[in-house]
């Protein structure tokens, strides 16, 4: 779903760039019942920001049940 507005990814992804990315998907998730638009800034879910914290983390090589567990504040190690 790469779109032309995406923001860019950071050339290394680091400890930094992945609790940003948490926070945007954690932020940014879908409004309930529906789950059609970001609860944050009401556009059309996934948002540009929660696409970017999923890229980034997709590129630091995390599992989507290792996200979850992070924002769930669990712990996941990060290599």
Same mark, same amino acid.
């Given at each position: 779903m790469d779109? #032309?507005?995406d923001l860019p990814l950071p050339p290394y992804v680091t400890a930094e760039d992945v609790v940003? !990315? +948490?926070r945007a998907i954690a932020v940014h998730a879908p409004e309930q019942p529906d789950? !059609?638009?970001c609860r944050k800034d009401e556009a !059309?879910?996934?948002?540009r920001l929660h696409r970017w914290g999923r890229r #980034? +983390?997709?590129q630091r090589g995390l599992t989507d049940e290792? #996200?979850?567990t992070l924002i769930a504040g669990g712990t996941v190690a990060l290599r």
């Open positions: 779109s #032309v507005d940003f !990315a +948490l789950g !059609a638009r !059309a879910h996934p948002c #980034v +983390l997709e290792q #996200v979850q």
